[in-house]
């Protein structure tokens, strides 16, 4: 697949072919239903099990422009409401993201939300219930969200910190849909599907996975992801032998521990 | 020489016999010899006397970095098992040369057991340990492989023997060698002798291979080339055996062509070890019937949460209170058998409560997982759900605290094993120290309110130094990027643009969040010496410096350590990390009460452990004590305590944890800057005065 540079606006960031996504239950119609009555959705799941795919397709699906935000420790609710910039000695009004899906009606996505700060996730509470308004505090201005706007957020419950974890009068406004890593069979047609391997190194791919996701709690934080296996089968697909994809695509990401590595890598090397 | 051996020494033996051995060395080797002699006799003179007799010969077939392994090799026997396994090690020179060279080229478990350990777990299964045996075996529970294995000539081919004997007996495990009774009763009841085993090992094993070779290739060849280079395979058992490599085949279809080829003789094989099944029978009898109560257990929990019944509740309200089994459940509960060519044994269970399939939880899940492997499947029998008796009895089995494993001295179960630094060895005695974390007894918050009033006025003012140095938001000012136009320097730039000079960039305001990310370990000396005002300024200090602390906001435990010989290493947990500052924490802080010595090497490796889970930017360990470590074990005392101690600070600071210490005594400075380095300590020469400085030493350390 070619692709070129194209600069977009966020809000007309529409996905025009279909992403490609294997519906592990109902979660489509689920995702649906919560859209057609306004309310906001809360994806869980470990890293790289395909929740941003997922709302790709939803996006894509629905035929709104997708605006992503990936939090980070800095970010701030100007990051996301909007601010003032000075231009030529003026002041203008630059709308941030979650402002713009509000006024263009799209799907706004926050990312790993527990990233954020504490005070920021705090400005989506009067969007994320029946109000559906964003207050614009230093405009002035409240925005009411037309109906095509969805607000949705992920996060990782992996991660036992017990300072990232969501707060309750946040998490209690949305529609949760858990995502895990998808059955032996889906998941080898999805690796077979996503990098263009053969079915045989598909299943011996998955069958890695497995192997890894023993080891979670015995010295690995994850598992390898689905993603991580793609990326595998794509070097495959390209003619690394499949030890050495294992070995760089998944086993290094996994880990930076020299016992475990070497046992990761064995594992890899049992199976090909 | 006659120095150091004297107390091995009798009329009978003298030092003339190993110093004339000795003489005809070189002078680096005598004086090697001498050195470590006298090292060793600081432990034992017994096994100096036998280490300088023997070491001649030593030195004469191995180079010095070989003898000295050999030497501490002996002393680890030592440390671990006593005098005898150690004289015999060190009387065995010859054998160690030769076992040298072959560690040289072999593969040595010790260090490719925890590589082996986690490969193994994550080819699947029951978790399988590791350990040490003369005999490759399993017993279900462990793989037991031998310590070093040599055959090839160079490493590489030894590790990849050494893993396939492991995975061969992982494979037993996994492919269901064991499963049911069958061979089990074989071997009891006599339809597979002693060479029926063998010849049933030789047969199981073209078995697990071809499973091997369908699900790892990649570790089948390995295995198979190995199999190429150092047997000679029988052909003709394995064309015999064809029919056990298809896929289905099952241990009893091994039996059968056991019992039936009675006249072959089994192949030998490199990997394969042995059947042992009185080990195996042993454990599976344990599990057997571990497995069943926790799946009971558990199944109770499920109809419980079905009924909507706390499980606490259930038991309280149960008039059978001493009913093992809650019999009404069992014609609830009932588990279907579905063929899933998917799992591992080629069947699946789903668990059906009043006729409704339920998901049970993980840890039932694993427990089922752990019986089918067992049995090859979940018994009828197994079917029903706890009752508060079983639930009681299994209670009273877990409580196993420190307090109770400390009946007897020398059990170390439940207890956390530490090294210890031996300086004149200049190596880790393995595993040496043994340390239990004990609770304070009960008290009341009496010292606490005195210590209260009696610093009322230095709180207030505590507080309010700290509470300036807490982070909080500041605005910055002038910020070329930010959350809001800054007026002023707007206002400015367009004056400054009207007259015609550059418009600045800097005009925006930024929230400048600051959060202290800091975790500390307060390490308090409960040691005898502390007795008295001692003990009481320690205690009023940490009152404050705990005032201080959670005004900061910073996350902080205070653990008191105390030890007697390195088998009764102690800490008594104050506040852990996790706990709010509440009126539990200051009655304890009122408990702290001299103990015993202060071992501080352990207690120190404890507490970095801990800091090391912490997530924090900075993590500091800051120990109050009043004196040098010190310990009722002479050996202990002077040098090798505080060598030990500049050692266990020294990797504290390799996790990433600071360490400080404060202390009362006022020799301190002879020996805390060589444990701690020169700016990390404080020396308080007046104790009256350590609550008030204590603060402010802190104040200093971490802002």
């Known amino acids: ?272 | 020489m006659d120095v150091y051996l004297d107390p091995a020494l009798s009329s009978r033996r003298t030092a003339a016999g190993p110093a004339h051995d000795l003489a005809a060395c070189a002078r680096a080797e005598q004086e090697f010899v001498l050195h470590w002699g006298a090292v060793v006799a600081r432990d034992n003179a017994e096994l100096a006397y036998q280490f300088t007799a023997f070491a001649a010969e030593a030195v004469r077939c191995m180079d010095l970095e070989a003898v000295q392994s050999w030497l501490l090799h002996a002393m680890d026997l030592y440390d671990k098992k006593g005098q005898m396994p150690a004289i015999r090690a060190l009387q065995d020179v010859a054998g160690f040369a030769a076992n040298r060279q072959e560690k040289l080229a072999g593969a040595v478990l010790e260090e490719q057991a925890p590589v082996l350990e986690r490969f193994i777990c994550g080819l699947n299964g029951r978790p399988l340990q590791i350990a040490r045996h003369a005999r490759c075996f399993t017993d279900t529970e462990h793989i037991f492989l031998p310590p070093v294995v040599g055959r090839l000539p160079d490493k590489a081919s030894n590790l990849r023997l050494l893993k396939a004997m492991a995975v061969h007996q992982w494979a037993q495990n996994w492919y269901g060698t064991w499963r049911g009774d069958a061979l089990l009763r074989a071997v009891q009841d006599g339809t597979l002798d002693a060479a029926g085993l063998e010849r049933f090992h030789a047969l199981e094993t073209i078995r697990l291979d071809a499973c091997l070779a369908r699900d790892l290739p990649g570790l089948h060849r390995d295995m198979a080339a190995l199999r190429q280079r150092l047997d000679q395979v029988d052909a003709a058992l394995h064309r015999r055996a064809d029919a056990l490599t298809r896929p289905g085949a099952d241990v009893a279809d091994t039996l059968r062509l056991a019992v039936a080829l009675r006249d072959l003789p089994a192949d030998p094989c490199c990997y394969r070890g042995e059947l042992d099944a009185a080990a195996v029978q042993a454990c599976l009898a344990v599990r057997a019937a571990l497995d069943r109560d926790r799946f009971r257990i558990a199944l109770a929990r499920l109809v419980d949460e079905h009924d909507g019944v706390s499980a606490d509740a259930a038991a309280d309200d149960d008039a059978d209170a001493g009913a093992e089994l809650r019999e009404d459940s069992r014609a609830r509960l009932d588990a279907r058998r579905h063929d899933d060519p998917e799992a591992p044994n080629g069947v699946r269970f789903e668990l059906f409560l009043d006729g409704k399939p339920v998901a049970p939880p993980e840890d039932l899940v694993s427990t089922m997982e752990s019986i089918i492997q067992d049995l090859g499947e979940i018994p009828p029998d197994y079917l029903v759900a706890a009752g508060p008796g079983l639930y009681r009895r299994r209670a009273l089995q877990q409580a196993r605290d420190a307090d109770s494993v400390w009946a007897g001295t020398y059990h170390e179960e439940g207890a956390f094993l530490y090294d210890e630094w031996d300086f004149s060895r200049q190596h880790h005695r393995k595993d040496w120290c043994v340390l239990r974390e004990h609770a304070l007894p009960a008290a009341d918050l009496v010292f606490h309110q005195q210590t209260v009033r009696k610093y009322g006025g230095l709180i207030k003012s505590i507080r309010r130094t700290f509470e300036v140095l807490r982070g909080e938001d500041r605005t910055l000012r002038r910020q070329p990027h930010g959350e809001d136009v800054d007026i002023d320097a707007l206002v400015e730039a367009q004056a400054d643009m009207r007259a015609g000079h550059e418009m600045t960039q800097r005009l925006f305001l930024r929230q400048h969040k600051e959060e202290r990310s800091i975790a500390v370990a307060l390490m308090v000396d409960m040691s005898g010496s502390t007795r008295g005002w001692i003990n009481d300024a320690e205690r009023e200090a940490l009152i404050l410096l705990s005032e201080a602390l959670t005004t900061l906001g910073d996350r902080f435990a205070i653990y008191g350590f105390s030890g007697w010989t390195r088998k009764r290493c102690e800490v008594y947990p104050v506040k852990c990390f996790g706990e709010p500052y509440d009126d539990q924490v200051k009655a304890r802080i009122g408990a702290i009460a001299p103990k015993d010595y202060t071992r501080m090497g352990a207690p120190i490796r404890h507490l970095t452990a801990l800091l090391k889970a912490q997530e924090a930017r900075t993590k500091l360990l800051i120990t109050l004590s009043d004196g040098k470590p010190d310990d009722y074990d002479p050996q202990y005392r002077g040098d090798y305590g505080i060598e030990d101690t500049r050692q266990a600070l020294f990797e504290a600071r390799l996790d990433g944890v600071h360490p400080f210490c404060i202390t009362i005594d006022e020799a301190g400075a002879e020996y805390l800057p060589h444990m701690y380095g020169a700016a990390n300590y404080t020396v308080v020469a007046d104790v009256s005065r350590l609550p008030a400085k204590v603060s402010e030493i802190y104040r200093r350390i971490a802002s």
Not at chain 1, 124 to 129: G, Q
Request: hydrophobic share 40%; with cysteine; proline share 5%.
């Open chain 1, 1 to 272: 697949m070619q692709h070129e540079l194209r600069v977009l606006k966020p809000e007309e960031h529409f996905i025009e072919d279909e992403p490609y996504y294997e519906p592990v239950a109902d979660e489509i119609a689920v995702f649906e239903a919560a859209y057609g009555n306004a309310l906001p959705i809360l994806l869980k799941g470990p890293t790289g099990c395909g929740k941003t795919r997922f709302m790709e397709h939803m996006a894509w699906r629905l035929k709104r422009p997708l605006i992503t935000v990936s939090c980070h420790d800095d970010l701030t609710s100007s990051d996301l409401v909007g601010r003032f910039l000075v231009k030529g000695g003026e002041t203008i009004w630059v709308d941030g993201p979650l402002a713009r899906a509000v006024r263009a009606g799209g799907i706004c996505y926050l990312d790993e939300i527990v990233e954020a700060r504490k005070d920021t996730t705090v400005v989506i509470h009067p969007l994320a219930d029946d109000r559906r308004v964003l207050p614009m505090e230093k405009l002035g201005e409240l925005l009411e969200a037309p109906d095509a706007f969805c607000l949705a957020i992920s996060y990782n419950p992996g991660y036992q910190s017990v300072l990232k974890d969501l707060k309750q009068s946040t998490r209690q406004r949305f529609v949760a849909l858990e995502f895990d890593y998808p059955n032996a069979a889906l998941e080898q047609t999805i690796v077979q599907r996503e990098s263009g391997i053969d079915e045989q190194q598909a299943r011996q791919l998955v069958k890695f996975a497995h192997m890894t996701r023993n080891l979670k709690g015995q010295g690995l934080d994850e598992g390898a992801s689905t993603r991580l296996l793609v990326h595998a089968g794509k070097l495959i697909a390209s003619g690394v032998a499949p030890v050495v994809a294992c070995r760089s695509a998944i086993a290094q990401a996994l880990t930076d521990d020299a016992d475990m590595l070497s046992a990761v890598n064995e594992l890899s090397a049992s199976l090909f």
